[in-house]
C-alpha cells in the first residue's frame, strides 16, 4: 500500500495559478462531482475568495487510478504571498515532493525562488510545470531556460500545462506518480505522528491533521502527545476533502489524516508536536520542525472596553486557526485593555484583524506597527522590546539595534531606477544585481525591516506599474542612531503613537504627523496643541483652534469695558478648560502613522 502513496505540495509565487491548478487535479481525479466543482475549492475562507489569495495551507486525499492500480495523492496547497511562507514550511515539512509551477508569461519570480530554497532544505523531489501556457504572452522555453538559469533546476522534462483548459494535467498525474518518491517508514515501529496544522472545529473542538511517519494510529487508541506530556483516546479519524472529510478506521504510515480527540483547549494540539502510541511510544519526537517566528507586533484594542474578554477568548480560538500568532495582554493610557498580537508581516496583521471583526463580530483598533528592537544596556545586559513606549531613558542604554531584512526583488530593466532610488530611500544597501535575461534584472538588497513594513510594498507596486515582485527573511540586528518621537496630543504623551525612527528622518516625520493630526482631531472649546518631540525637545508643533461662542452678542450697547470684561471672562474660562480638560481621539488617529512616509 505504502509504494502506492504520494504526498507532495504546490510551490508558487501569488497569482501564477496553484489553486486552479490544485481544482484541475481535483476535478481529473474524480474527487468532486462536476456540478459541485466551484474555483478556489481549497480556499475555504470568505476572506480567501474575496481577495483571490491563499492565507492557510490545505489538504485534500486524492485517489488516481493509472492502469488498473489505484494511487493515493494527498495534496497540500500552499500560500504565495512572503507573509504566508510558514505555512509553505509547514506543508513542505510533510511531503515527499513538490510540483514548482511558474507563470509561462511572467516567468521567475522573487517568492518562487524563496520557496525553492524552503523545499531543498527538506530534501524534496521538485517537479517544474510551466502553468498558464494557454496566454497569449506565454512564452514556455524562455521560462525554462530562466528557471535553469535563477534556480540551476533541469527543465529538460518541465510539465506544461494551463490549469483553465485541463491540457497537461494528465501528464502532470503521470509525472507526481513517476517523479515524486513514495514516503518511506516502519509500519511495524511505534506510532509516530507529526501534527503539522490544526484548527477549531465548533461540534468536535480542536481537530490535529498529521502525517503519519512510523505505524499506524487507529479510531479507540489511547495515544500520547509528546510535547504535552497527555494522553487522550482518539475519538475519530478522517480523511481531507474540501467538501466533505472521509471517515476511517485507521490512519497508516506516510498518509495524511484528521485526528480529533475531543479537546477543548488551544494548547492540547500544537502544530509541530508528535502524538504516539501512549503503551508503546516512540523513542523520540520528530525533530526539525520550527515553530513560527513572529516579525511584527501591534497593539488591538477592542473599541468598547467591556470586550477585553471577548477579545481574548477570539484570540485564543484563532490561535488553533493559525499557530503563528503570539499575544500578551497590555494596558495603554490612550486606548485601555487589550493585547500585544505578534504577527509575520502587514498583510498577516490585516488578514488577522479581518477576522477577528468578521468571525467574532468585534470592533478593534490597532495602533502602529512594530518590529522587535534589542537595546544594550549602561550594565552590559540586553533587552528586547516590542513596543516603543518600553524604551529606556537615553541616560540608561548605550545602543538600539534593529532587525535587517535579506530583500529581493526581481524587476522589469526599465523600473530598475525606479526600484533603486526607493530602496536608498528606505536606507537600503545593496548586495546583489544580477541580470535574469536583458528584460530583468535580480536585486538583493539589505534592508531594515522597519523600513519596509509599513507601505513599501505598495510604493514597489506603484514605481514599477505592479511588475516587480518581492520577497525577504529576517537577517541579523545592526546598531543605529535611532530615536523615539512621541506625540502629545494637549500636553499628554499619547503611548500608542509612540514609534522608533532614524534620527535624520524623525524631524521630517514628526511634521507630517502633527500636520495629519491636525486634521483629524475634533476641536474643542479650547485651543489643542498637537506636538511631536523627541524626548524632552519638542521638533514640531500645530495648534487646533478652539471652537468659537460670541459672549458679547448679548451686549448691544452701553461702554467698551463691557464686552472687554466678557471676553476676559471667556479667556481665564477657556484656560481653566485647557488645564483639566482632555480630548478624546478618534480611530482614524491612530491609523495615521501607517500613512506618514
Known sequence: MQEFIRNFSIIAHIDHGKSTLADRLI??????ADREISSQMMDTMDIEQERGITIKAQSVRLTYVRDGQPYILNLIDTPGHVDFSYEVSRSLASSEGAL??????????????????????????????????????????????????TIGL??????????????????????IIDRIPAPQGDKDAPTKALIYDSWFDNYLGALALV??????????QEVLVMGTHKKHEILSLTYPHPLKATKTKSIKTGEIGIVSLGLKTVSDVQVGDTITDAKHPTAEMIQGFEPAKSFVFAGLYPIETDKFEDLRDALDRLK?????????????????????????????????????????????????????YKIKMNDGSTIEIQNPSQLPPINKRES?????????????????????????EKRGMQEKMTYLNPERVLLEYSVPMNEIMMDFYDKLKSVTKGYASFDYELDDYRVGDLVQLDIRVAGEVVDALSIIVPNSKAMQKGREFVKAMKELVPRQLFEVAIQASVGSKIISRETVKSMGKNVTAKCYGGDITRKRKLLEKQKAG?????SIGRVQLPQEAFLTVLKID
Do not use: W
Open 27 to 32: 476535478q481529473e481525479c474524480g474527487a468532486v
Open 400 to 424: 538600539i539595534a534593529e532587525p535587517y531584512v535579506k530583500a529581493t526583488v526581481i524587476v522589469p530593466t526599465e523600473y530598475l531606477g525606479n526600484v533603486i532610488t526607493l530602496l536608498n
Open 211 to 220: 502525517r503519519v511517519y512510523e505505524g499506524e494510529l487507529h479510531s479507540g
Open 100 to 149: 514548482l509551477i511558474v507563470d509561462a508569461s511572467q516567468g521567475v519570480e522573487a517568492q518562487t525562488i524563496a520557496n525553492v530554497y524552503i523545499a531543498l532544505e527538506n530534501d524534496l523531489e521538485l517537479v517544474p510545470v510551466i502553468n498558464k501556457i494557454d496566454l497569449p504572452a506565454a512564452d514556455p522555453d524562455r521560462v525554462k531556460e530562466e528557471v535553469e538559469n
Open 574 to 578: 477657556k484656560k481653566r478648560m485647557k
Open 320 to 372: 488553533l486557526n493559525d499557530s503563528s500568532i503570539s499575544y500578551e495582554p497590555e494596558t495603554s493610557a490612550a486606548l485601555g485593555f487589550g493585547f500585544r498580537v505578534g504577527f509575520l508581516g502587514l498583510l498577516h496583521m490585516e488578514v488577522i484583524k479581518e477576522r477577528l471583526e468578521r468571525e467574532f463580530h468585534l470592533d478593534l483598533i490597532a495602533t502602529a506597527p512594530t518590529v522587535i
Open 154 to 175: 533541469d527543465c529538460s522534462d518541465a510539465i506544461e500545462t494551463s490549469a483553465k483548459t485541463g491540457q497537461g494535467i494528465i501528464e502532470l498525474l503521470d509525472a
